[in-house]
């Protein structure tokens, strides 16, 4: 079925490293990408979004990347801080006719102070 | 996310019976959510709704139910037919079908 697929499952980088977590999706038709971040306890908030019309988004710290073609779109997290560990969720809307968004399974970022 | 609201924040069910959920916004969102969070886990689509009156099923909507009487409010009620309701319960809404807003969520437990 229509799905998003999201890796690595957990990821540990020592402070001011980067980071990147990957995700691919199914439907092709797909046009909006979101990335939300989740600390422990906490509603997801939306940290970064891209549009099937550009390939890249920067916003300070955080890009995302799409490659249509390969189906794949990625986060990037540069000089990363303590306070950038939490559950990061990229979405998709998969499916003909759904108009809801399809949730990557996270990923468990720790920055290693 | 502040002009969402999720309530209780915490709430406890005895097996057998039914729940409701309340998620109310105040703007102006057409599109409403629910989403189901297991620990260490996604979330999963169980309703949604796009306009007043109308709402569609998502990935896991077995054992639960909702209406869409109002555009503010969406409920979700938590039937004995859902064998394992215990999870965090979180309600989104959107001003079309892209970006999603939270509320805080809704810890449901079962006892």
């Known amino acids: 079925g229509e799905n998003v697929e999201q890796h690595p499952s957990t990821l540990s980088v020592q402070e001011g490293d980067s980071a990147v977590i990957k995700c691919t999706y199914s439907d092709s038709a797909s046009n909006y990408f979101p990335w939300y971040k989740q600390e422990l306890g906490k509603r997801p908030q939306l940290i970064i979004d891209i549009r099937s019309n550009v390939g890249e988004k920067k916003d300070q710290r955080i890009a995302v990347t799409l490659n249509k073609t390969a189906k794949h779109f990625s986060l990037h997290i540069t000089e990363t801080q303590p306070e950038d560990s939490a559950v990061y969720f990229c979405a998709a809307i998969v499916g003909t006719g759904r108009r809801a968004l399809t949730f990557g399974s996270g990923t468990r970022l720790q920055v290693q102070p | 996310d502040g002009g969402i609201t999720q309530s209780p924040k915490y709430l406890f069910r005895k097996e057998g019976q039914n729940v409701t959920l309340s998620c109310e916004q105040n703007?102006?969102?057409?599109?409403m959510y629910w989403y189901r969070q297991d620990p260490g886990q996604g979330l999963r689509l169980i309703y949604y709704s796009q306009i007043v009156n109308d709402f569609q099923k998502g990935d896991i909507a077995e054992g639960y139910s909702v209406s869409r009487e109002k555009k503010e409010s969406f409920p979700l009620t938590v039937t004995s037919a859902q064998k394992n309701p215990t999870a965090f319960y979180l309600c989104?809404?959107?001003?079309?079908?892209?970006?999603?807003?939270f509320g805080p969520g809704t810890r449901l437990t079962v006892l």
């Open positions: 989104a809404s959107s001003p079309g079908y892209n970006e999603q807003f």
């Open positions: 703007l102006n969102h057409d599109a």
